[in-house]
């Protein structure tokens, strides 16, 4: 692949230490377009080793508004079956310009290692100081080693070491809206993290063309429905859960959007430091990045406090849980108090509801800011696979119809230089079920 | 879409024709004293179609490494230590090379070596008849870059009232008379002191682009009207002292016009046999060295990137280093790693086999150097080891880089840009 | 005239450092970009973003704008302002080649950059 891609796909065996590299051929990514579609082509491809596969879409990182997205494709330890987790805020652009367009790891390592990828290079680093860490220690130390703020970690916690259902695949600190447990998945591996950074250049079939046709499509964009809103207090009352956003607000300092994407998906809620306060907070960890309504509102379901969810959510953080599976775990147990709920974290069970296909939901049920078509579970269904292949944000999939199928295929061939039509399109949704 | 006016160029100057399709075999020095900007020089030879560069130390220059090549080059840096490090064989060997015909082409710090001076180590030198225009007993309060405003100079300043982009005018000659711009970085102006000296160039103007350490109209007393480039003989060679960096690769005019003098200068005879003994790596290790390379070359960049708005500076003999010059000296690897990747073969000088261990330890160095500026440690000596390493992995690499070239073995058309 | 950042509302997307980036390369990259959204500190919502303009450099903080003047001797002597911060990087250009402006005031989804 000569454009929009970085011409590399890694292969790592962990059990052997190995790391080969394969082109990215044509004609994978016309029959499978990217992210999940060739996630899964890999992962069958290389089965065998029960992969862990990340991919980046194939517009992720590029001027397509909302291309936030990486996926990471492996077996849900959760529904034993094939899922695709989201990676948003920064971390899936930051795979894209990392010098391979997929990654798949394989086997499992003897003894604890961390996947440092950057440049077009992975390296497999010993991680035994690390196993054990919290998440957000884990994040630093690497980050400290390596130099740089900027590298994207996705993580195992403790909770994973410790085999736990609902161990998320967290990104830096935060959770990644994996709701597969894949973060036992990488633990099972013997694989404490995975580092990101690249400093890397995609090249466009026609540059000008693209970028013009980008900005064309963010212009009809901008005018939404979720225009002038931001963050999970809007998006609640965007669903008609005005009773949510009343119960944050007074928590919320700021909101921050996943790369290239319009809508502020994640709200930073203070818990150690003034909701108001502009300059930087002298308390280190002053409050919990929330990017998951659906964790929010089960949280709140159990009849906490706003600030007692927060608690919960940074506890999740540093442990590396799933908060939706969390509360919904909590509230099929009947815990109904923030101190029991903290107590039993480092026990609590799944099952998680909702997981029925293998892409998580990215939005509670609803019509999103009164989009009559964001209530139809088949345009919904639609419409999340799309992000999935093309590496667009899945929520902001739900809110921008402006994104329609035939400009993404009219800016693939305008991205890559290639054609893919709607039957290839059909298939590779088809394919990824 | 590309918007190269950032430092004064005219939007209308065309890409610099490429010389005669051989050009001279040019050194570049490389060695103690000198700063980054002899990377420039790889970078713009490149551009101009001049493939056959070799990069040399101090001790190499001494020692008969200006055998062989048609041309020296000299950019900027401390030019004391360039002396002190040059020392007394280094001179006499630079004298011998010229007389015996070879083309001189100092920048900046490589300008001032030659001109007349009687300050030790400089003395050694005084190739040229002129002498420093920009001499200053009493300095103004600088208006900035406090750091970049003056160099000692015996009982005087050099005296640097502006830096950036300036004009120029060429008086004739090889540069022709038309007006064209380069950026000054504490180069000297110029006044011939004898015969035989011409000057080729003057200070024109300042641009939109210059930015001024003194008020104009001091600035302007001291630099306009006077020689920015001279041409001197020695023997059978010539020698031209630039005060600007011609040689800096956005400046596409004044490329143009070095382009012009490196092809008067261009033998008529075949190129003569490279001489150092290079070796070919077979594949496999060809393979890993270069890998080696692109994994430590990759972790410094990462830090170095991290580190580019940094307010560190460190002073270092007579210069001032920031952290964001560490990158200089990164991509001039980097941006060469795709091309070197392609190639059909692998071309060594001696000493290659030592930079994996060398960019190792710079990727070492590096990331203590990060942690010691977060914890407000003192780290002038780690940055002076750091740039010496740097100056150390970036001659060894781009003499790989150039052998390889010259050798022909870079396959044709683009490498896959890497940023 | 010249671009202006508001950074309350900014949102990091980094739509902008893409869009500058482009811009010098005609191609997607983030390392020539002028204007760079710091995010180091993820931890604490502490973000905004850094203008590298001619003589300038602008730090649009949360809590204000802040323009330091490159090269600039400090008060009290000490001298902060680096002389060469982001020396890779070109100085913002206002994409004179481009009819519509700057890029980055175009695809900022939150009208976060303006032009005064």
């Given at each position: 692949m000569e454009y929009l891609a970085s011409d590399r796909i890694a292969i790592i065996d962990l059990a052997s230490g190995e790391v080969n590299?394969?082109?990215?051929?044509?004609?994978?990514?016309?029959?499978?377009?990217?992210?999940?579609?060739?996630?899964?082509?890999?992962?069958?491809?290389?089965?065998?080793?029960?992969?862990?596969?990340?991919?980046?879409?194939?517009?992720?990182?590029?001027?397509?508004?909302?291309?936030?997205?990486?996926?990471?494709?492996?077996?849900?330890?959760?529904?034993?079956?094939?899922?695709?987790?989201?990676?948003?805020?920064?971390?899936?652009?930051?795979?894209?310009?990392?010098?391979?367009?997929?990654?798949?790891?394989?086997?499992?390592?003897?003894?604890?290692?961390?996947?440092?990828?950057?440049?077009?290079?992975?390296?497999?680093?010993?991680?035994?100081?690390?196993?054990?860490?919290?998440?957000?220690?884990?994040?630093?130390?690497?980050?400290?080693?390596?130099?740089?703020?900027?590298?994207?970690?996705?993580?195992?916690?403790?909770?994973?070491?410790?085999?736990?259902?609902?161990?998320?695949?967290?990104?830096?600190?935060?959770?990644?809206?994996?709701?597969?447990?894949?973060?036992?998945?990488?633990?099972?591996?013997?694989?404490?993290?995975?580092?990101?950074?690249?400093?890397?250049?995609?090249?466009?079939?026609?540059?000008?063309?693209?970028?013009?046709?980008?900005?064309?499509?963010?212009?009809?964009?901008?005018?939404?429905?979720?225009?002038?809103?931001?963050?999970?207090?809007?998006?609640?009352?965007?669903?008609?859960?005005?009773?949510?956003?009343?119960?944050?607000?007074?928590?919320?300092?700021?909101?921050?959007?996943?790369?290239?994407?319009?809508?502020?998906?994640?709200?930073?809620?203070?818990?150690?430091?003034?909701?108001?306060?502009?300059?930087?907070?002298?308390?280190?960890?002053?409050?919990?990045?929330?990017?998951?309504?659906?964790?929010?509102?089960?949280?709140?379901?159990?009849?906490?406090?706003?600030?007692?969810?927060?608690?919960?959510?940074?506890?999740?953080?540093?442990?590396?849980?799933?908060?939706?599976?969390?509360?919904?775990?909590?509230?099929?147990?009947?815990?109904?108090?923030?101190?029991?709920?903290?107590?039993?974290?480092?026990?609590?069970?799944?099952?998680?509801?909702?997981?029925?296909?293998?892409?998580?939901?990215?939005?509670?049920?609803?019509?999103?800011?009164?989009?009559?078509?964001?209530?139809?579970?088949?345009?919904?269904?639609?419409?999340?696979?799309?992000?999935?292949?093309?590496?667009?944000?899945?929520l902001f999939m739900l809110m921008a119809p402006e994104l329609s199928e035939e400009k993404l295929l009219e800016l693939v061939g305008l991205g890559i230089g290639l054609e893919i039509g709607p039957e290839a399109l059909d298939a590779a949704v088809a394919g990824i079920g | 879409m590309q918007a190269r006016q950032a430092y004064g160029e005219q939007a209308q100057e065309q890409a610099a024709p490429r010389p005669a399709a051989r050009g001279p075999r040019l050194g570049v020095y490389c060695g103690a004293g000198s700063s980054h900007s002899w990377l420039w020089l790889a970078d713009t030879c490149e551009a101009l179609g001049l493939g056959d560069l070799r990069f040399l130390e101090a001790g190499e220059v001494a020692s008969g490494g200006l055998s062989g090549l048609d041309a020296l080059a000299v950019s900027g840096g401390d030019t004391f230590a360039m002396a002190g490090a040059l020392g007394p064989a280094g001179a006499a060997a630079l004298r011998r090379f010229i007389a015996g015909g070879g083309l001189y082409l100092g920048f900046c710090a490589g300008a001032y070596l030659l001109l007349r001076s009687s300050k030790e180590p400089l003395n050694l030198f005084n190739l040229v008849e002129a002498t420093i225009a920009n001499l200053s007993r009493r300095l103004p309060q600088p208006l900035i870059m406090p750091e970049k405003f003056a160099t000692p100079y015996g009982c005087d300043y050099v005296f640097h009232p502006v830096r950036e982009a300036l004009i120029l005018r060429g008086q004739g000659g090889p540069l022709g008379e038309g007006e064209f711009s380069a950026p000054l970085y504490g180069g000297p102006a110029m006044q011939p002191a004898g015969p035989g000296v011409e000057v080729l160039a003057t200070y024109q103007d300042f641009s939109q682009a210059t930015r001024f350490l003194a008020p104009r109209e001091l600035a302007a007393q001291t630099l306009l009207g006077r020689a920015a480039v001279l041409r001197g003989r020695l023997g059978a060679g010539v020698m031209y002292l630039f005060g600007p960096h011609c040689e800096h690769p956005r400046f596409a005019q004044a490329n143009r016009r070095l382009a012009a003098i490196l092809a008067e200068h261009t033998p008529s005879q075949a190129l003569a046999p490279d001489g150092r003994g290079l070796a070919e790596l077979g594949p496999a290790q060809a393979r890993r060295l270069l890998s080696e390379v692109r994994r430590q070359v990759s972790n410094s960049r990462i830090v170095a990137l991290a580190l580019e708005d940094h307010p560190a500076r460190w002073r270092m003999g007579g210069k001032v280093y920031e952290p964001a010059k560490l990158r200089v000296f990164l991509e001039a690897l980097w941006s060469r790693t795709g091309a070197l990747e392609r190639a059909r073969r692998l071309l060594v000088p001696a000493g290659a086999a030592e930079l994996p261990a060398l960019l190792a330890g710079v990727t070492e160095s590096i990331r203590a150097l990060r942690r010691e500026l977060e914890e407000g440690q003192e780290t002038t000596e780690r940055a002076a080891g750091l740039f010496k390493d740097l100056r150390r992995a970036a001659a060894l690499y781009l003499n790989m880089y150039f052998a390889t070239a010259a050798a022909g073995a870079l396959r044709p058309g683009r490498a896959r840009r890497l940023h | 005239m010249g671009v202006k950042i508001d950074p309350l509302k900014c949102t990091a997307c980094m739509a902008c450092e893409l869009a500058c980036g482009y811009h010098r390369d005609d191609a997607f990259a983030l390392l020539s970009s002028c204007i760079v959204v710091y995010r180091t500190r993820d931890k604490k919502d502490y973000f905004g973003v850094i203008l590298k303009q001619e003589e300038d450099l602008v730090i649009a903080r949360p809590e204000g704008l802040e323009v330091k003047r490159i090269g600039a001797v400090e008060e009290g002597g000490g001298g902060d302002a680096s002389a060469k911060p982001m020396l890779l990087r070109e100085a913002c250009d206002l994409c004179s080649d481009r009819e519509a402006g700057p890029l980055c005031r175009q695809i900022c989804p939150v009208e976060a950059i303006y032009l005064d």
């Open positions: 590299e394969e082109p990215y051929p044509d004609g994978l990514c016309q029959e499978k377009i990217g992210g999940a579609g060739v996630n899964l082509a890999l992962y069958q491809q290389h089965q065998d080793g029960e992969p862990i596969v990340l991919g980046a879409g194939l517009f992720t990182g590029s001027m397509v508004p909302g291309s936030d997205l990486g996926v990471v494709t492996a077996k849900s330890p959760l529904t034993g079956t094939v899922c695709h987790a989201p990676l948003t805020q920064y971390a899936g652009m930051e795979l894209k310009y990392s010098g391979f367009d997929y990654i798949v790891i394989k086997g499992a390592a003897a003894s604890p290692k961390y996947l440092w990828v950057h440049d077009g290079i992975a390296d497999l680093e010993d991680a035994a100081d690390l196993w054990g860490q919290d998440v957000w220690a884990a994040c630093e130390a690497v980050r400290a080693n390596m130099g740089d703020e900027l590298i994207q970690v996705l993580g195992a916690g403790p909770a994973a070491e410790q085999g736990s259902d609902l161990a998320a695949l967290m990104i830096n600190y935060w959770p990644s809206g994996d709701r597969f447990g894949l973060g036992r998945a990488l633990a099972a591996k013997n694989l404490k993290l995975i580092a990101l950074r690249g400093l890397g250049l995609l090249e466009i079939a026609e540059p000008e063309d693209f970028a013009a046709q980008c900005l064309e499509l963010l212009g009809a964009v901008k005018g939404g429905a979720w225009a002038g809103k931001k963050g999970l207090a809007d998006l609640a009352a965007g669903l008609g859960q005005q009773a949510l956003a009343d119960w944050l607000a007074p928590l919320v300092h700021r909101h921050r959007a996943s790369f290239n994407t319009p809508f502020a998906a994640n709200t930073f809620l203070f818990l150690e430091a003034d909701p108001s306060q502009l300059s930087e907070p002298p308390a280190p960890e002053p409050g919990v990045l929330v990017g998951d309504l659906a964790a929010l509102a089960g949280l709140q379901g159990l009849g906490l406090s706003a600030a007692e969810a927060g608690q919960v959510l940074g506890q999740c953080a540093h442990l590396g849980l799933d908060p939706a599976g969390v509360a919904a775990a909590a509230a099929a147990a009947g815990v109904k108090d923030a101190a029991g709920l903290m107590a039993g974290l480092a026990t609590i069970k799944g099952p998680v509801p909702g997981l029925s296909g293998p892409l998580a939901p990215a939005a509670p049920a609803g019509a999103l800011f009164g989009l009559a078509q964001s209530a139809d579970p088949a345009w919904r269904a639609r419409r999340q696979a799309l992000a999935y292949l093309f590496g667009l944000d899945p | - | -």
